[in-house]
């Protein structure tokens, strides 16, 4: 008998929540629906298709025909469709609880819109821990699709990687499929016929072996240069399939389930936490990400066995490396807490569809294909942890009324789980969470009734992939230098999204610049006079204190009001040292609609030589304003420099009736005054705020530089407004300074369809 393989593929289909809906368009007409229409064309090919929940609930409103026609597919057993966590999350970063409703949610909506239980599982990024059989085999699933780097990691060889491997956690069993390498390479970025020529390589006369490659829809039209060539000039999946219709005498395609109704798995392997080889490659620190991939990138280059011992890193580092992650992570374990203690009910229901969508990965992690840095998601993710939340402190709000304890005032937590209490707020119209050991900042001021996080702002660092930014940048003036080409001709077949190297702005190297201290709000900077925006945005500016970061004792604390005060150093220009006390008095109030934050800060030096510097307050806000939005927005006050009653001749006087508007992603520095203010209409958030006395105001936006596959860019994460003022102390002199921020919300989100 001639030689005879099985080729079974999976394709993963997801949109995160949150992403705009112009971009679902695209990728629909670039991907989805062409991919539909290549299998109505060629009805024996058989594969798997996985859609996420966001895009499930995308399509149901936008494209209900899309679910019409895979209903059809279904129903012809072309193909098979996957379940997974319904929201797309990292199954093994959930409560257990979390994980549970999240599988059996998607496995409903399946069995609801498609009239079939899903029986194999799509994991999120592919992220693999040990006790996910148990969790999967109590939701009824059977089988999942990893990478080979998943099987190399449980010690399979290399030639053994074309069939199904068992394994078990707590008594129930799961079947892997690892996802072949050379066929991941292939398709679609090789030639039909090579791919064609590869299966036949590997074909067996037992016909035992199984190619499976599992992968992103996307690829398939809506990366970079793929819709030419899947679709357009290229044709290549209709190549394809026309190819694989030509071979069906020894190649046959199936769906994972239809192999296993007829052959049995290859062995038992145990496989320890993993991912995607890149994944792991990005979930370690920058310096040693750029030694793992040169070391791995050399070891194949070379084809040494060694390759396959090389691993990376795990996938929950991504917390140990960004604040923000880990925020972000512990955020959502806090509000599934707070919903979990919800009674049974509506309120409950609709918490717990906030909470699932607030689980979504897309944020949780960043490299390449998303993470962290994508504003308007991070934005999105956090609006549904927020709406959640409200849900639930509202229903404990009202069970106070009758007795019950009241979310409301400040406690004490372990907010980040990093062995130290914060200082957690909770009020009616806002959340606030205070890190007292890195400069009593506000690591986050989220607003109910907007459901705006106003202080999500990251922290720009050194990334890995900058090294290869800089590296294209310099190779690129070199041949401009010697007036060669640009480069040479491109290969006629697309570049895979991790060699593609693109740049959407000339110069983006000498934008690099990386903080000193963390984004969070009113922590208390000593700066040089001298400094402005310009010199503040290319950062790290000195500090002259050691408050920013430093940790703070906590005074006392009341029902709307804490005290916190650290004793520390502040050097004037000339480096002398002076010791000096910050004592920082917030209060909070307001209602729903209309919350607002007081902050005092008394300066008092303690001993050493007068000081001469300026205090200021720094607050990181974002207000969604990347690309000139022109919702958002700062309100300058338009200023006189005729004398009036009450001020100084020459001094600039506030005139409310001239104020003026600018972009929040630009920059800007205003004389002492009043009658500042900031916002964005679409989200119906504007903040007033007060000085006293008058403030010196020094704007300047947050900007990544990020790599995505749309090539390398700057990314808008937020806005960074100081408020100034001139310190002149001597020993035993005390000085003070007052802020208001005056919030009004013009939408109740939780009142809106």
Not at 1 to 27: K, T
Not at 68 to 83: I, K, M, N, S
Not at 362 to 385: K, N, S
């Amino acid at each position: 008998m001639a030689p005879r393989i099985s080729l079974a593929l999976v394709i993963h289909n997801h949109q995160p929540v949150g992403n705009f809906g112009w971009v679902l368009e695209d990728v629909y007409r670039q991907a989805y629906e062409p991919l539909l229409a290549a299998l109505e064309r060629h009805p024996t090919v058989r594969l798997g298709l996985h859609y996420s929940g966001p895009l499930l609930e995308w399509l149901q409103a936008e494209h209900p025909e899309a679910l019409e026609r895979v209903a059809a597919l279904v129903a012809r057993d072309q193909v098979e469709l996957l379940g997974g966590g319904y929201y797309e999350p990292i199954l093994a970063s959930l409560p257990e609880r979390d994980r549970a409703a999240q599988l059996r949610l998607m496995t409903d909506e399946l069995e609801r819109h498609f009239g079939r239980r899903p029986r194999g599982a799509w994991l999120a990024e592919r992220v693999w821990e040990p006790s996910l059989p148990a969790d999967l085999g109590r939701a009824g699933y059977g089988w999942t699709v990893l990478d080979d780097n998943h099987l190399r990691a449980a010690s399979v060889p290399e030639d053994e990687m074309w069939g199904p491997y068992t394994t078990d956690d707590q008594g129930h069993l799961l079947t892997i499929f690892g996802t072949e390498q050379g066929l991941r390479y292939r398709i679609p970025f090789g030639e039909v016929d090579g791919l064609i020529e590869y299966l036949r390589a590997h074909a067996t006369e037992d016909g035992e072996r199984l190619g499976m490659m599992g992968d992103d829809g996307e690829k398939f039209g809506a990366w970079p240069g793929t819709y030419e060539h899947c679709w357009g000039a290229g044709r290549w999946i209709e190549r394809c399939f026309l190819a694989l219709e030509a071979s069906a005498d020894w190649l046959a395609t199936t769906t994972p389930s239809a192999w296993l109704a007829r052959h049995a798995p290859v062995g038992r392997i145990y496989v320890p936490t993993a991912s995607y080889v890149e994944m792991t490659e990005w979930a370690l620190p920058a310096g040693e990400a750029n030694e793992f991939s040169r070391l791995l990138h050399e070891a194949r280059e070379r084809d040494d066995p060694a390759a396959r011992f090389l691993r990376g890193g795990f996938w929950r580092n991504f917390q140990a490396r960004y604040r923000e992650v880990n925020d972000l992570h512990k955020q959502m374990l806090r509000t599934s807490a707070a919903v979990e203690a919800m009674p049974p009910g509506p309120a409950r229901a609709e918490a717990q569809r906030h909470l699932y969508r607030g689980q979504s990965n897309d944020c949780y992690w960043h490299g390449l294909f998303g993470g962290i840095y994508i504003v308007h998601m991070r934005m999105a993710t956090l609006g549904e942890l927020i709406a959640a939340e409200d849900l639930a402190d509202t229903l404990a709000r009202e069970s106070a009324a009758a007795g019950a304890p009241s979310p409301d005032g400040p406690r004490l937590v372990d907010a980040d789980l990093d062995g130290v209490d914060e200082v957690l707020v909770a009020a009616p119209g806002q959340v606030l969470l205070v890190d007292l050991a890195e400069g009593a900042g506000l690591g986050s001021w989220d607003l109910r009734a907007s459901r705006v996080a106003l202080a999500s702002v990251i922290r720009r660092r050194p990334e890995a992939y900058h090294e290869r930014l800089r590296a294209f940048e310099a190779a690129a003036e070199a041949r401009a230098v010697a007036g060669s080409a640009d480069g040479a001709a491109a290969d006629a077949a697309p570049k895979t999204i991790h060699d593609l190297v693109q740049v959407r702005e000339p110069g983006l190297a000498a934008r690099l610049h990386y903080d000193d201290h963390e984004r969070r709000s009113g922590i208390v900077r000593f700066l040089d006079a001298a400094a402005g925006p310009g010199e503040l945005q290319a950062g790290p500016t000195p500090d002259l204190g050691d408050f920013a970061m430093g940790s703070f004792r906590l005074v006392s604390s009341g029902p709307a009001r804490l005290v916190v005060q650290r004793d520390g150093v502040v050097r004037s220009p000339d480096g002398a040292a002076r010791d000096v006390r910050v004592t920082r008095e917030l209060e909070w109030g307001g209602g729903r609609s209309d919350p607002w934050l007081d902050v005092v800060v008394r300066a008092e030096a303690t001993a050493g030589p007068p000081l001469d510097v300026e205090l200021g307050l720094e607050w990181n806000v974002n207000l969604m304003g990347g690309g000139h939005n022109p919702a958002a927005y700062y309100e300058l006050p338009g200023a006189s420099t005729d004398p009036s009653p009450g001020t100084a001749a020459g001094r600039p006087t506030e005139l409310a009736a001239t104020a003026r508007r600018e972009p929040h992603d630009g920059c800007g520095d205003l004389p002492p005054g009043d009658g500042f203010a900031f916002g964005n209409e679409h989200e119906g958030v504007r903040v007033e705020a007060t000085t006293t006395p008058p403030a010196r105001r020094t704007w300047y936006p947050v900007e990544s530089i990020s790599n995505s596959e749309a090539g390398f860019e700057r990314v808008y994460q937020g806005s960074c407004l100081l408020f100034r003022w001139p310190v002149r102390l001597a020993a035993g002199d005390e000085q003070v300074v007052r802020l208001r921020l005056a919030v009004s919300q013009a939408r109740d989100r939780a009142t809106e369809p």
